[in-house]
């Protein structure tokens, strides 16, 4: 997905937003390099925030309902929360929660977050269909229903897939998804991703 990231093309509501997003990424930070020894970071890796922040902008005239699977410090759900989608992430780890719940709080923010895992939990995974999961947490139950949902009441789902897990991924959006939804994912080494569910015959 390429987007643009010349700031000097942003409104002044969403500058201003960036700079408070610049401290909200700082504090993301200062939390991983205090507790990046601990366990429930483990498999924690952050994201181009900069980058998504303009891809959010450039989807928010289409889409509106976001979700984050496995959303960490939830410094994405909140940045989406801020730019006026109606945002929610799960993570596995219940103190990355605690510690998105307080950056939530701290960046006036009401996206919502829960524990859980973000396969829903009546997929039955399956490696013949190509379903390869090394780090997903798939063994725990889904967090849809602690806040009220299904899966297929976004429009917009954000993830960060490990390499051989974009086939998961999308069986899981093909069976749960609004067919109309689309896949905004981010890769360290290939930077971002847009699927459109629709256009590939869901």
Known sequence: MDVSLDDSKLSASDLALLKEFGELWNRAEAIWDSYQQHSAFESYVSADYHAVFHALISLREQKSRFIEWGSGLGVVTIMADRLGYEAVGIEAKDLLVDFALDLADDFQSEAE?????????????????????????????????????????????????????HALYHNVMREFADPNSVLLTYDAREGLGLVHFADLGF
Do not use: C, M, N
């Open 113 to 165: 977050f829960s524990v859980g895992s973000f396969i829903p939990d009546r997929f039955e995974w399956d490696p013949a269909s190509g379903d390869e999961s090394i780090r997903t947490i798939i063994d725990i139950p889904a967090g849809y229903d602690q806040l009220g949902v299904e899966l297929r009441d976004f429009d917009l789902v954000y993830s960060y897939p490990w390499p051989t897990e």
